[in-house]
């Protein structure tokens, strides 16, 4: 996998910042407040930038850089804005500006005393992401990772912190490597490999195979892959650190490709449903990181893997599929497919497992895009309290989340006159009705939140933390809803 940069914190040395040959980066609380160890024409240099229009425009986070600056042997000088109070994320940001520049050569950063500096450490290995595996021309080097020393004042301290942050960098790095891989790669059976090869950082790992998922009765979710020549899979991995309290319960969907099946969707733009399996590649970072960090929670996370291909065996609209819980579905359209889906695995889950709360994760529907954009997932969810939980740990994280609602009345336009329900009500209000769906394989009195990524997995543009492509959305959020209201204190 993608590894995230190598960053280590040592003693502040103003000295050391002369000598260096590749990239420096000074933190600074304001434009006049130049760090010692400076040689004269540099300060000077930098003095004459900090004070012309675009440096006094500068907003914390902000990155004013010079190109090897006179006086010192670096290649590059970073000003970098960030003052005293800023808030988080304008922190994290200030480190992603760094990240993003990083070159191949050894970074320090100037960050002395600022109470912010783990923080900039996060951004900045978030930002540096670069998954160029498939780039023929970055294929021959030495293997050797980019390498950032933070200097400050009290290194043994930020180390200790910083090594639950760089468990977090790892779990969203692995998301993002999961979402990013194209489908002849990331198959159901390489996806399954991927997440068993964790039993090696602590978590227990179960595969299930397509003749227990029939055992099991989950044919909604069988139904959907049996087109394709891949094996339909789901995989449980846990991660028992905090007693014998109940689990959380993580549920992702993994639709590794999604042709929309035998209602096959429009050519331009396929190639992006790679990304389809994101809810359960968000799943997987997040146990990754609650292992790393020996999370003192009891946690599972169960995802369902399957590709949706049209073929002479696949479903077909109109056909009636029965779930695990034992309710008649009516196939109304088969690019509705994650429901499918995530409604047997949903059900295993609290069959088996008897979860404190579940949080079911899918790109599930273009149309929670139409309403809430790229910057925002959607939120349902069945218990005010448990809602409040998830969207304050998605706001203490900088990860856009937004409440919509559900409701008896949605439930009518998936009503079906041949089955218990259908899997589609039609384009009017199609990702409540899709949580609406959801909802009946959640048996009364089980706290239960379903976030619909499909608008944040994978936007057009890079983010704040991000280059363009996955993001790794939900991974910052769970992980602090699981610090804050799953771990033993």
Request: charged share 20%; with cysteine; glycine share 10%.
């Amino acid at each position: 996998m993608t590894q995230p940069v190598e960053i280590s914190f040592t003693d502040t040395a103003p000295e050391k910042l002369a000598e260096h040959e590749g990239r420096v980066a000074l933190i600074l609380t304001a434009t006049d407040r130049l760090p010692g160890g400076l040689p004269r024409p540099t300060r000077q240099a930098a003095t004459r930038a900090l004070d012309s229009k675009a440096g006094q425009a500068l907003k914390p986070g902000q990155v004013l850089e010079l190109a090897f600056p006179a006086g010192m042997a670096a290649e590059s000088l970073m000003l970098v804005m960030l003052p005293h109070g800023s808030t988080q994320s304008e922190a994290r940001i200030a480190g992603a500006a760094i990240g993003a520049r990083l070159g191949k050569s050894h970074t320090l950063v100037m960050a002395g005393g600022h109470a912010q500096a783990n923080d900039v450490a996060l951004g900045l290995a978030l930002r540096s992401y670069d998954f160029s595996v498939y780039h023929t021309d970055q294929q021959d080097g030495d293997g050797t990772r980019p390498h950032v020393t933070f200097l400050v004042k009290k290194p043994e301290e930020l180390a200790k912190v910083a090594s639950d942050a760089a468990a977090l960098a790892e779990g969203v790095f692995f998301t993002r490597d999961l979402v990013n891989e194209p489908a002849n790669i990331l198959t159901t059976s390489d996806f399954a490999d991927r997440l068993q090869a964790m039993e090696e950082i602590g978590l227990e790992v179960e595969v299930l195979e397509e003749d227990e998922l029939e055992a099991l009765g989950m044919r909604a979710l069988l139904a959907v892959g049996q087109g394709s020549e891949a094996p339909s899979k789901v995989v449980v991995m846990r991660w028992n650190g905090g007693g014998d309290e109940a689990p959380l319960a993580l549920v992702g969907k993994g639709v590794v490709f999604d042709t929309g099946g035998i209602s096959i969707k429009p050519a331009a733009g396929m190639e992006d449903m790679t990304m389809d399996m994101g809810g359960a590649g968000v799943v997987a970072g997040v146990m990754r990181t609650l292992a790393l960090r020996r999370a003192k929670a009891n946690v599972v996370g169960l995802v369902g893997l399957v590709e949706n291909m049209p073929d002479g065996k696949a479903q077909r609209p109109g056909d009636i599929v029965k779930s695990m819980k034992g309710d008649t579905i009516e196939v109304i359209n088969t690019d509705a497919e994650g429901r499918l889906v995530l409604a047997d695995v949903l059900w295993y889950a609290q069959e088996r497992f008897e979860p404190s709360a579940i949080v079911d994760l899918a790109t599930l529907t273009g149309a929670v895009i139409i309403a809430l954009g790229h910057d925002n997932a959607g939120v349902f969810c069945n218990d005010d309290t448990f809602a409040d939980q998830i969207l304050t740990a998605a706001k203490a994280e900088g990860e856009g989340a937004w409440r919509l609602p559900l409701g008896k009345p949605y439930d009518d336009l998936i009503k079906s006159r041949l089955a218990d329900i259908k899997n589609t009500g039609g384009r009017a209000a199609g990702s409540i009705t899709a949580a609406q769906f959801l909802q009946r394989f959640i048996k009364p009195g089980q706290p239960w939140a379903h976030l619909d990524i499909a608008g944040v997995a994978l936007p057009p543009s890079a983010t704040d933390l991000a280059p363009k492509g996955a993001t790794g959305w939900g991974v910052m959020t769970l992980d602090r809803l699981v610090r804050d209201q799953f771990e033993a204190k």
